[in-house]
């Protein structure tokens, strides 16, 4: 979620946990998208999405739209 410089916006990216090696101390994790990563980063920047990210488990792009319409922001699917 960013704004309000320009309205509020919320950027959602949807993947695959897959098995990390735990070389990173901290929170990390791999993640598998379906679209190539350099098309996902230029729509971070075409969008103006943030670079700090929440990750949960599930899927909640449905509910993350319907609520976007409720509030009037702006909704984009990087993936």
Known sequence: LAGPRAG?????????VGRG????????????FERPVHEILSAAVKYGAGHHWN????????D???LSR??????NLLT
């Not at 409720?70 to 909704?75: G, M, Q, Y």
């Open 8 to 16: 509020y916006r919320l950027a959602v990216l949807a993947g695959t």
């Open 21 to 32: 090696d735990n070389i990173y101390e901290g929170n990390s994790m791999r993640i598998g």
């Open 55 to 62: 990750i949960v488990y599930g899927n909640y792009i449905k």
């Open 64 to 66: 993350l739209r319907y």
């Open 70 to 75: 409720f509030l009037k922001i702006d909704f």
